[in-house]
């Protein structure tokens, strides 16, 4: 069975972005990036379903710049087996990506796609349902555990996160799974492996390659900062709480 993994490359979650002076978007000026930290629990679970025998090949694709090379070998370096890179400097909203992961199920014909369950810098949470939704494949989103008992099984088990509890599944394969953070814990990638991983395959493709136009169709209007917080206060004792909770917080 082989698996389709989606990587993108985001702001390093660790570092403090700036809104532009201009309000036209973030400053991405020489920040540091790294694998969207969803994408990176999604390669780990496809790793271990390797290492079960379960899968047969694990393959990564990331939709962006020449810079994404960097982010498909840290999926490597934790044990995929091969990279896809559609490369264009467009900066691609999740329909996009999604149209350009269709193509390339087409052309790989993997029987499960594991994605994150969203990218952390646009936080758009869309993309594993679009590619759902355009294959006509089965989806479980939000997965917390995911089950596949043999290489041939037509039926995969996952766990979703909802509000309240879980919700536990049966899709029938193939289909989409997208990864929440207690699917797994990622393993470190050692340097041995980050060695091994330069020399894995990686094809660069472009989106017209595939037939896709991934053009913007969205604009952006205006970024601004969150507003500060305002500084809080020690209240004397529990009646002075209550007090202002009741009658300036109006919350009580
Ligand atoms: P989003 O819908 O943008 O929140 O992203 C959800 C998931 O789709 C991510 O965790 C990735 O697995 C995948 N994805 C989104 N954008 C890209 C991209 N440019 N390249 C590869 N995968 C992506």
């Keep these: 069975m082989k698996i389709l993994v989606p990587v993108k490359r985001v702001v390093d979650p660790d570092v403090k972005v700036r809104v532009k002076a201009d309000g036209s978007g ?13 994408d ?16 047969t090949e694990v393959v990564v694709v990331s939709v962006g710049s020449t810079s994404s090379q960097e982010t498909l070998r840290a999926a490597l370096a934790i044990g995929a087996d091969r990279g896809i890179l559609v490369e264009t400097d467009v900066d691609v909203q999740p329909l996009a990506v999604a149209k350009v992961l269709k193509a390339l199920v087409d052309k790989e014909q993997p029987r499960l796609v594991i994605a994150g369950k969203q ?15 355009l294959l006509g494949w089965a989806q479980g989103t939000f997965v917390s555990k995911l089950v596949l008992q043999k290489p041939d099984a037509d039926e995969i088990t996952v766990s979703r996160e909802i509000d309240g509890g879980l919700e536990t599944l049966a899709l029938k394969l193939p289909a989409v799974v997208t990864a929440d953070l207690r699917l797994n814990e990622p393993r470190y990638a050692t340097l041995p492996n980050v060695m091994k991983a330069k020399k894995k395959p990686l094809d660069v493709v472009k ?46």
């Design 40 to 55: 990176n629990i999604a390669v780990e679970e496809a790793v271990r379903l390797k290492e079960q025998g379960i899968a």
């Design 119 to 133: 990218a952390v810098d646009d936080d758009a949470n869309q993309t594993g349902q679009e590619l759902a939704a």
């Design 207 to 252: 989106p017209a390659d595939l037939g896709v136009d991934v053009a913007s169709r969205l604009t952006t209007l205006k970024v601004s900062e969150p507003p500060n917080r305002k500084a809080g206060i020690i209240v004397a004792d529990v009646a002075q709480l209550v007090e202002k909770l009741k009658n300036e917080a109006k919350v009580i």
């Design 26 to 38: 973030v400053d991405l000026a020489n920040i540091k990036t790294s694998i969207n930290p969803f």
